[in-house]
T-cell receptor, first 113, second 111 residues
Framework: NAGVTQTPKFRVLKTGQSMTLLCAQD?????MYWYRQDPGMGLRLIHY???????AKGEVPDGYNVSRLKKQNFLLGLESAAPSQTSVYFC????????????FGPGTRLTVL | GEDVEQSLFLSVREGDSSVINCTYT??????LYWYKQEPGAGLQLLTY?????DMKQDQRLTVLLNKKDKHLSLRIADTQTGDSAIYFC???????????FGAGTRLAVHP
């Protein structure tokens, strides 16, 4: 199993450009999450999904959209990137059941100029 | 709202014990987690504790939970250079296993 993979690993955007970050998991997990990590702030939840075709807002959803058309993929979109979205983005997934850990991808480092 | 706080930096000598502390605010949290992040990598679960437990031991790791004070600690015995990383405390809050993370404690191990 590859686990949780993220594409791309690095990206530089200009303000106003759009892009999509892809998260894929091959563990048949129901739940998937997108976080952003900023210095001194830990991880903050952007959006999450509890199953194929469903999405929900997390703690910091503004400026982002997500889609979960297939169970194994969770896409994070930035329609018009802003410098405040410069961050490291982590995707995670977990199976159903209480207490189950979230498995994290390696992260995508995004810089918006 | 929910909040998790940790000290940002800890430096220890190789072979000593490390203790990383965390406080949280959501008294209804059922699970509390410790994750480890090595440079350039994602987060990896180290251990977790259920809220009805006071202590959990797993090889060199000991987790202590004081539910009354909402205080969680991670003790690493015989700390090695390979333990150098950022350690995140997280509480499970609300539905769908949403995790609230602390800012992370950077552990530096020196000879």
């Amino acid at each position: 199993n590859a686990g949780v993979t993220q594409t791309p690993k690095f990206r530089v955007l200009k303000t106003g450009q759009s892009m999509t970050l892809l998260c894929a998991q091959d563990m048949n997990h129901e739940y998937m999450y997108w976080y952003r990590q900023d210095p001194g702030m830990g991880l903050r939840l952007i959006h999450y999904s509890v199953g194929e075709g469903t999405t929900a807002k997390g703690e910091v959803p503004d400026g982002y959209n997500v889609s979960r058309l297939k169970k194994q993929n969770f896409l994070l979109g930035l329609e018009s990137a802003a410098p405040s979205q410069t961050s490291v983005y982590f995707c995670a997934s977990r199976p159903t059941g209480t207490g189950n850990e979230q498995f994290f991808g390696p992260g995508t480092r995004l810089t918006v100029l | 709202g929910e909040d998790v706080e940790q000290s940002l930096f800890l430096s220890v000598r190789e072979g000593d014990s490390s203790v990383i502390n965390c406080t949280y605010t959501d008294s209804s949290s059922t699970y509390l987690y410790w994750y480890k992040q090595e440079p350039g990598a994602g987060l990896q679960l180290l251990t977790y504790i259920f809220s009805n437990m006071d202590m959990k031991q797993d090889q060199r790791l000991t987790v202590l939970l004081n539910k009354k004070d909402k205080h969680l600690s991670l003790r690493i015995a015989d700390t090695q250079t390979g333990d150098s990383a950022i350690y995140f405390c997280a509480e499970r809050s609300g539905g769908y296993n949403k995790l609230i993370f602390g800012a992370g404690t950077r552990l530096a191990v020196h000879p």
